[in-house]
């Protein structure tokens, strides 16, 4: 794996993790909140497991099905999808 690609990855599960983080403390405080379809699309840029941390480190978001199931199953695919070619010898 490239350098680049590892430190994209480093970048978006951080920022994936510091977003609900700071969508908790909005929460707490009933302020604007972080919507769901940009905490997704960090998901999908291969930030997945960095929320799935996030959301159980800070409990947050964890009472949504789609989160709670949804999220370790997109961290799975994307783990799988970043090392299925390094084991197939690519």
Do not use: C
């Amino acid at each position: 794996m490239n350098y680049i690609l590892a430190y994209y990855l480093v970048f978006i599960n951080l920022v994936g993790f510091f977003t609900m983080k700071a969508d908790k403390n909005r929460a707490k405080k009933n302020q604007y909140r972080i919507s769901e379809k940009r905490l997704w699309s960090i998901a999908f840029l291969f930030g997945a497991i960095g929320l799935t941390v996030g959301m159980n480190a800070f409990r947050h978001k964890t009472k949504h099905t789609s989160f709670k199931v949804g999220l370790p199953l997109l961290s799975f695919l994307e783990v799988g999808i970043i090392v299925y070619p390094t084991l197939n010898g690519q």
